[in-house]
């Protein structure tokens, strides 16, 4: 597995990245033999460090954790022990995921966008349309077949607040979410219209 540290605002020695790569290689290997890469980043906040660790263990499989502590290595330490706990809790469940993808019919193509915010908006650019946001940056992304459980379970393993997918079950977009109370919702327009027939 390869595996890129990065600093901001902090030099990363050869011996914190050595730190890094060991334990970044013993804990993902525990559960999968072929991840693909991972991308370690340190950031300097005043007195603090925050560590943001991404891992990609599959196509499509992102797995996220980020960790503040006094000093570089406990920030790593924490982060990486978040990335094994999901590894562990989720190591059926992916299995499983890897099984199906035999069944997986084409992920449909999509743009992605990056809006600014409100106060970023209006910043004396006047050439951006009266209440559209300005966009920022733009790229290409996968739409995936999914079921909702495999769906709920890569938004946890990316530490996102939302995923749209395809339900692998009606082919419709869906979508979750992370609910400010905790909880998971779920949006399926087309379910709605299923049982109103």
């Known amino acids: 597995m390869k595996v890129t540290v990065t600093g901001r605002h902090i030099d990363v020695g ?34 603090r460090f925050q560590t ?12 996220q954790g980020s960790a503040s502590a006094d000093d ?3 920030a790593f330490n924490t982060a990486s022990e978040h990335i094994a706990k999901r590894l562990r809790r989720y190591k059926r469940r992916l299995r499983d995921h890897h099984n199906a993808e035999a069944r997986e019919v084409e992920a449909l193509q999509a743009q992605q966008y990056i809006l600014a915010r409100e106060e970023d908006a209006g910043d004396g650019d006047d050439s951006a349309d009266a209440g559209e946001p300005a966009v920022i940056a733009e790229m290409p992304t996968d739409i995936e077949s999914l079921t909702v459980g ?12 939302a995923m749209m997918f395809r339900n692998a079950a009606h082919g419709g977009l869906n979508m979750v979410y992370r609910r400010p109370d905790g909880n998971i919702g779920w ?6 219209r299923e049982r109103t027939r």
């Open 150 to 161: 495999e769906a709920v379970m890569r938004m946890d393993l990316a530490d996102a607040p």
């Open 52 to 63: 943001d660790i991404t891992v990609r263990i599959g196509r499509g499989i992102l797995i």
């Open 187 to 192: 949006v399926d327009p087309r379910g709605t």
């Open 14 to 47: 050869q011996a914190l990245r050595q730190h890094v790569e060991e334990g970044l290689d013993a804990i993902v290997s525990k559960y999968f033999d072929n991840a693909m890469d991972a991308s370690v980043t340190f950031e300097k906040q005043q007195i």
């Open 72 to 74: 570089p290595y406990a």
